[in-house]
């Protein structure tokens, strides 16, 4: 599906410096001191991905421009329990592009190949440790910027889920309020 996908995911410091309407030297400066996400190409060129482009628009009030807007967020779902995995695509697909997993090592070859912008993940897999791979996609530059929600009825690790990078943990069967919570991490619009 991703060839119908019609999203422009990276934006350059002047692009970004024409939606907020300012200098492209402000740009520059912002990223120097860490106020916006991004990173550098071979060349040096200042790069920015669409989901920190509209974390830092939010942030600071600037309007979401149109083209921020366009197709879908990509999504990927962790789940070993397949209804709990139906309940979520279908919840989903709407406002999502889905690819779903119950099978967590598919998820990690998936990642490495095609990067989505959030996760839904599970805590409870017995085949993976969960914690240890919030950390590691945390830490990782090219995945750094993945959203982390966790979807599950085991409350224990939670906290932890949340100091190793997860933005957000919802409690099983609550699919609407996972929805609600992407679209508010992915600055959609309701």
């Known amino acids: ?4 996908d019609k999203r422009k995911e990276l934006f350059t410091a002047s692009e970004v410096a024409r939606f907020c309407q300012v200098d492209l030297k402000t740009i520059h400066n912002w990223a120097d ?7 550098r190409t071979p060349g040096r060129h200042l790069r920015f991905r ?8 939010r942030k600071y009030g600037y309007p979401v421009p149109d083209s921020l807007m366009r197709g879908k967020p990509r999504v990927h779902i ?3 329990d397949e209804h709990s995995l139906a309940a979520l695509q279908r919840a989903l697909s709407k406002r999502f592009e889905i690819t779903a997993f119950r099978e967590p090592v598919d998820a990690l070859i998936a990642i490495g190949k095609e990067t989505p912008d959030a996760l839904v993940l599970d805590l409870a897999s017995p085949q993976l440790d969960g914690i240890r791979f919030i950390t590691r996609l945390k830490s990782a530059d090219a995945t750094r910027h993945v959203r982390v929600v966790i979807y599950t009825s085991d409350e224990s690790e939670n906290e932890q889920a949340l100091k190793a990078g997860a933005s957000a943990v919802i409690t099983r069967p609550n699919v609407n309020k996972v929805c609600e919570t992407l679209e508010v991490l992915m600055g959609l619009d309701r």
């Open 1 to 4: 599906m991703a060839g119908t």
């Open 33 to 39: 001191r860490g106020e916006i996400r991004h990173f």
């Open 50 to 57: 669409q989901v920190d482009v509209l974390d830092f628009l």
């Open 78 to 80: 962790i789940d070993e």
